[in-house]
């Protein structure tokens, strides 16, 4: 896939999503849909996650974080569209 090809997104979520399992479940669901990037913990208890891929599969992501796993308990996901950096793979920092 060209580089023209792919779309990256910076999403913010809010809610009870630090401590049950956020980061991991989204890196597992990123890597199912082929996406890179980064799940990080921000110090006001939000999750940021930076996705990276085809458009598809960010639209996916997008639309998961409001779920999220199952201990989660989404209030509010703010996305919005990011510089498409040179990630490889998907870490959880």
């Known amino acids: 896939m060209s580089a023209a090809e792919r779309v ?3 999403c913010r979520v809010t ?3 630090q401590g049950v399992w956020f980061r991991a479940s989204t890196r597992d ?3 199912e849909l082929g ?3 980064e799940a990080r913990n921000l110090p006001d208890g939000a999750v940021e ?3 990276t ?3 598809e599969g960010v639209d996916a992501m997008c639309r998961w974080l409001w779920q999220g796993p199952p201990e989660a308990k989404v209030e509010r996901v ?3 569209e990011a510089a498409v950096a040179g990630h490889r793979g998907f870490s959880t920092a």
């Open 15 to 17: 809610g009870r999503v």
């Open 53 to 55: 891929g085809p458009q």
């Open 35 to 37: 996406l890179e990037g």
């Open 78 to 80: 703010e996305c919005e």
């Open 29 to 31: 669901k990123a890597l």
């Open 49 to 51: 996650v930076v996705v």
């Open 8 to 10: 990256s997104r910076r």
